[in-house]
């Protein structure tokens, strides 16, 4: 038995084309990433930001 854990993924919606697992994706489709990769591609601006709330004092 593996004692691996499985990887989380989440959805992210495009902002731009992207070539995601060998498939030519096109803006407005929807993936599913990793958080490092979520991170990468917001970095490249190929996904939305998060939008940041200010925490309360």
Avoid: C, N, W, Y
Wanted: hydrophobic share 35%; charged share 30%.
């Amino acid at each position: 038995m593996s004692t691996e854990k499985p990887v989380q993924q989440v959805e992210v919606v495009l902002t731009g084309a992207h070539t995601h697992q060998g498939v030519d994706r096109k803006a407005g489709d929807k993936i599913k990433v990793t958080e490092r990769q979520k991170a990468f591609l917001q970095q490249a601006g190929k996904v939305e930001r998060a939008a940041t709330t200010p925490k309360e004092a």
